[in-house]
């Protein structure tokens, strides 16, 4: 009996969202891939999104995920996209500890897109990457414009551009009878100084025919087991790190910036009974009471005096 609640809980572990780094034995490549399947479905049910929301959503975490993944602890990297066509903007920021969230801005008021049509979606646009890193008094970021408004290669082509780091990336999302997410993920191959020309073609050449990342998740692989299936090179194991949709937002958070706005904005917001906040990076709705109002205005009236 204890063996098989010990095989049950292996296996609820192996099949938790994760994100995996690991550096070739050669020290020439390093890779990540993460499992983001729950952490996606997670955001598409608090955004309440539909098909073509969530896939661009779940595309941008995984991404962000892995970016994460070289960073330090609390360090954050930030992914925008804007777009002229369904998207205003895509946003999703991550931390390496493993929290992400993020959010979608429709120009229009619904994204009725097939996903084939995947270049037209976004439309014109760009990607930018922010790197909020420990000791930097100012965020780190670079600019593209989309090459192709998949995520993937747009990513891409930012890293060759901006940071001139040959980078593959591969991203999956598969979606289950009733339009929710069942798998998603990424995987990003990047080479380090001295890299082999060869070697990095045979890189591009074993992720240009991968099996769709979904399918591997469907099999019940988890990312470090999908890289030893997919990498044509020996690895160590850098990190490995729980992931997680999660928003670090509260009502004391709002209220507080409610504050700046002075006593007299508030006592509008009083009157005009507008006490819902909605935290536009979870979907999070928070309620201020009457009780907050008044003392909102209380000490903002002190603040002034």
Known sequence: MMNEQNEELKKIFQQRDRS??????????RAVCVKSSNTSLTAQRNHKLDKVSAFFLSRMMSSSLMLASFLKGE???????????VFRKLFAESMQLGEVRGYVDLNNTESSYHVNDISEIIGPGSLRVTKILYHKAEPIQGIVPLVKGDIAD??????????QIPTAVVLDVEFDDSGEIKHS????VQAMPGFHIDQLQAVLDKLENITPLSDYFAQ?????QIMKEVLPFEFDVINSTQVDFFCRCSKEMFLSKLLTLGAEEIKSMKSSKHDELVCKYCNKHY?????DFDKLIEESLAKTN
Do not use: C, H
């Not at 993920?185 to 990003?188: E, K, N, P, V």
């Open 154 to 163: 747009d990513l891409a082509y930012y890293f060759v551009q901006s940071e």
């Open 20 to 29: 995996v780094r690991v550096l070739s034995k050669d020290g020439f490549f």
């Open 287 to 291: 309620y201020i009471q009457d009780d």
């Open 185 to 188: 993920g990424g995987l990003m």
């Open 75 to 85: 360090e954050r990297v930030v992914i925008e996209v804007d777009g002229e066509n």
């Open 220 to 224: 019940g692989l988890n990312p470090m």
